[in-house]
């Protein structure tokens, strides 16, 4: 099977992580090749190079956070391909490249498909499963805006500005977002979706899709193995651990309120937070007057990080989002490390409450309920590991997707 995956690597974060470590697994099963950006990430291209793939770059740019691929420059690689691999959200290119008449699958990482600002598409709220529209984006906004206030980011008056601003902005996203997304979805052949939570919700906003081709293939998550080797019998450690950054939508602020309830019953226990050092996270943590919490810069994903995460007692995942997986809790479960997530999105999906990890409800009450559940309990280990195997093994998974691309190029 000749293989061509569309990866722009302008931005390098879990998504990306995840295409690398398919493309290592798959890299000897077929002939990949990788069509991506010019002016991509450092951390991309080394790997695709330690990897030795053929690897073509082109110009890019990008539009409403869409890269867009110069795909004309890239022809004859394009007619070389049996289907073509769309890894994350680079949609914009995909009519094109059905011009030259060769199958495209998307590879569903979030929300970006069906609307725009996918990064906090809910407004911090419970999924709103209807069609995109004009007026969904604006009291999207107003909610983002009015969360933001909340907790100290915006100002009162700031706030009320930008909720009016919203009637304006709104449309203009939207018609902004139309117009690139116009004739995409009738280009795609298949769909691959990181969690059934993520494919519903597409179904749901777009009921057309039930029709299409697809298949639900979750993350890898090999990644923690290249840097730790879980001992089954190695203790945890005095500190639990938050690492998905200054992000609100992933609920730091919620965790820092539970903090303040679960501190008084562990005075012993610190809390580290990984990308928060020297952003609102610690100065609110300061306002609070909260103790025992390290801040800790951004980590990229090599070994201080995992094995910081393969210490810790347990992993803390608090979003107010619907998440589309949530590598996080599962690179701790590949640990043998316990996670505490919301019930938000895929989370319950891939996290077994009470086998591999706590759920909680998205409020500061439960969420210290849970991490004090999880904290008073003996965890094993190895059950971790080997139950998260279970539920996520990357050879049933490779099989899964070569599977999936052999059904579209029939």
Excluded at 190 to 199: D, M, P, R, T
Excluded at 273 to 302: H, S, Y
């Amino acid at each position: 099977m000749n293989l061509l995956a569309v990866a722009s690597s302008l931005w390098f974060g879990g998504a990306q992580v995840s295409t690398l470590e398919f493309f290592d697994l798959l890299r000897s099963r077929v002939r990949l090749k990788v069509l991506t950006c010019e002016e991509g990430d450092a951390k991309f291209f080394n790997a695709l190079s330690s990897m030795s793939l053929e690897t073509y770059r082109v110009p890019c740019q990008t539009s409403f956070a869409y890269p867009t691929l110069a795909v004309g420059q890239a022809r004859e690689i394009v007619e070389w391909a049996d289907v073509v691999w769309i890894t994350d959200v680079e949609y914009v290119v995909i009519p094109q490249i059905r011009k030259i008449k060769v199958p495209v699958v998307v590879h569903l990482h979030s929300s970006a498909l069906i609307c725009p600002w996918w990064g906090a598409l809910y407004g911090f709220r419970e999924p709103c499963l209807e069609r995109c529209s004009v007026w969904r984006i604006i009291r999207c906004k107003q909610g983002i805006n009015l969360e933001l206030a909340k907790i100290g980011l915006l100002g009162d008056a700031k706030a009320r500005l930008y909720w009016l601003l919203d009637f304006v902005k709104g449309p203009l996203d939207f018609f902004r977002w139309s117009r690139l997304i116009n004739g995409v979805v009738e280009s795609i052949d298949g769909f691959i979706a990181v969690s059934k939570a993520l494919w519903n919700i597409h179904v749901r906003h777009l009921p057309s899709l039930s029709s299409k081709p697809f298949s639900i293939v979750y993350n890898l998550v090999t990644e923690p193995l290249k840097y730790v080797k879980p001992n089954p019998h190695e203790p945890y450690s005095d500190y639990i651990l938050y690492a998905s950054g200054s992000n609100p939508a992933k609920g730091p602020h919620l965790l820092l309120e539970a903090w303040q309830e679960v501190s008084k019953e562990f005075k012993d226990l610190r809390l580290y937070m990984i990308g928060c050092k020297d952003t609102w996270v610690e100065r609110k943590a300061r306002q609070m007057n909260l103790r025992n919490i390290e801040f800790i810069e951004r980590l990229p994903p090599d070994r201080r990080y995992y094995y910081l995460m393969y210490k810790a007692k347990a992993v803390v995942m608090p979003s107010l989002v619907p998440e589309a997986f949530g590598r996080i809790p599962v690179e701790a479960n590949r640990l043998g490390v316990p996670a505490i997530v919301t019930n938000r999105g895929a989370l319950p999906e891939i996290i077994e409450d009470g086998i591999t990890g706590t759920i909680a409800e998205t409020d500061s009450n439960n969420l210290a309920e849970a991490i004090t559940k999880t904290l008073s309990r003996d965890w094993d280990r190895g059950a971790i590991i080997g139950r998260v195997f279970e539920l996520i093994n990357p050879s049933n998974i490779i099989n899964e997707l070569l599977s999936f691309f052999i059904k579209i190029i029939v």
